[in-house]
């Protein structure tokens, strides 16, 4: 069996420190079982010897393997979609902040930020020669798996709450996957999942159990940090499910410190939805998490029973940073003003760490002059029902122009602008 890059030296289960010889582990700890989270270790000082920040600046590759050094896999097992090196776009001062940074996502090739989890998965599965690959998902990790294998023409097994919004279901479709739909929760997809994987030998996909994959999502904070010439900003919002994109969060900013390519790990802003905030609640008490019923329309990230949540908090914890909570509502307004201001189309969940900040900009708690980043981790053409509770119905109209007049001039009323009559000119 290939195994990872020379430089991962081992794993440490998060929960009793246990450690692992790369490949010893299957998943998890032997000990701790799905509990048993683990850790992928580096050398460090090995990947300081053979890699410098003047390496990635003569790099001509426009994918997020340009931080090959820093990731468990070989270059001769890389999948052929690429991922990564998605946009991070100037706020222009949207929310009164100049120094806002919105890094988009939705870009991604199956349009979210799973896909950086998702490559290194595969990447590995083909390496280790695995004959299918499968997950739990509530859309976006499962397109995401469905879309990499089928570039690679991996047989896949997802498995997705029945509720899950139908174009996340139809791009699992499209992508050739065979599609688990679970009557009940994603915890119950997960769980589900799980047991079939163990039983039919399949590669697990789950970031949640398989620690290889939060090596993908940390890309996005090296990208972050390149992209702002590798000084980090001062805060950086992060929308919160399963805990899996925070642990990447943190670990692509503490490693880049480590490694001396920037000099400070940002303050880490974790943001969940109102209902279904079981990590908050087990940091704001230092307390094990204790598991929830997940009520709330950001389905990527309605995970009422999070099993990364230990990564998480640690994180979180280590940055100086906090966790807050914003309402289904808030999270409609978020994605209305991001595509109204800004041009970005995102899913509930994407627009929930944009959501946090608004309201941490509203209560005072940050100021005009830091630099602020936002995770916008999926499109909003995943979840059309909610895009459309965001931004409202069309105006409907006849088929001549004096409807068009009147509706304009309804519209002006009603919004308190003067009104006054078309003069039949040019338009404005």
């Known amino acids: 069996m290939a195994l990872a890059g020379a430089r991962v030296s081992g794993l440490r289960c998060m929960k009793c420190g246990r450690e692992y010889a790369p490949g010893e582990a299957a998943y998890t700890c032997d000990d701790c079982g799905l509990d048993g989270i683990l850790d992928v270790l580096y050398d460090y000082d090995e990947v300081r010897r053979t890699w410098r920040r003047e390496d990635l600046a003569a790099s001509r590759e426009s994918s997020h393997w340009r931080y090959l050094p820093l990731m468990p896999v070989s270059a001769d097992s890389l999948p052929s979609l690429r991922a990564g090196w998605t946009p991070l776009y100037n706020g222009r001062g949207l ?23 998702t490559s290194v998965g595969v990447a590995r599965a083909l390496a280790e020669g695995a004959t299918a690959v499968a997950g739990a998902s509530t859309g976006n990790a499962g397109s995401s798996l469905a879309g990499f294998a089928a570039a690679e023409g ?8 029945a509720d899950a919004p139908r174009p996340k279901i139809a791009q699992l479709l499209v992508y050739g996957a065979t599609v688990f739909a679970v009557d009940g929760s994603y915890d119950d997809a997960f769980d589900l999942a799980a047991q079939a994987i163990e039983r039919y030998g399949w590669y697990n996909r789950s970031c949640a159990v398989n620690p290889y994959l939060v090596e993908g999502k940390k890309t996005v904070s090296l990208e972050i940090c390149e992209q702002l010439d590798f000084v980090a900003p001062d805060k950086v919002f992060v929308p919160v499910g399963d805990g899996c994109i925070m642990s990447g969060v943190y670990k692509g900013f503490a490693e880049f410190a480590e490694l001396g390519f920037t000099d400070r790990v940002p303050e880490l802003i974790g943001v969940q939805a109102e209902g279904c905030d079981p990590i908050k609640v087990a940091f704001d008490s230092e307390c094990e ?5 997940a009520c709330t329309l950001a389905d990527s990230i309605a995970a009422g029973h999070p099993r990364n949540w230990r990564k998480a908090t640690r994180g979180i914890r280590a ?9 289904d509502d808030e999270i409609l307004a978020a994605i209305a003003t991001l595509g109204a201001a800004t041009g970005i189309f995102a899913e509930p969940a994407g627009a929930t760490a944009f959501a946090g900040l608004t309201k941490a900009v509203a209560e005072g708690t940050v100021s005009r002059d830091e ?6 981790t999926g499109s909003g053409l995943k979840d059309t029902a909610s ?11 006849g088929r001549s122009l004096s409807d068009v007049e009147a509706a304009l001039e309804e519209a002006a009323a009603d919004a308190g602008a003067p009104r006054r009559k078309a003069d039949g000119g040019g338009g404005a």
């Open 95 to 117: 929310l009164d902040l100049p120094n806002l940074w919105i890094k988009d996502d939705s870009l991604n090739p199956t349009a979210s930020l799973k896909d950086r989890a």
């Open 154 to 161: 991996l047989p896949c097994y997802m498995f997705v709450p």
């Open 289 to 293: 998490m204790v598991p929830c019923e």
């Open 319 to 327: 940055s100086g940073g906090s966790m807050m909570t914003v309402s």
């Open 371 to 376: 630099t602020v980043a936002v995770l916008m």
């Open 387 to 397: 895009a459309m509770k965001a931004a409202g119905e069309p105006v409907t109209v």
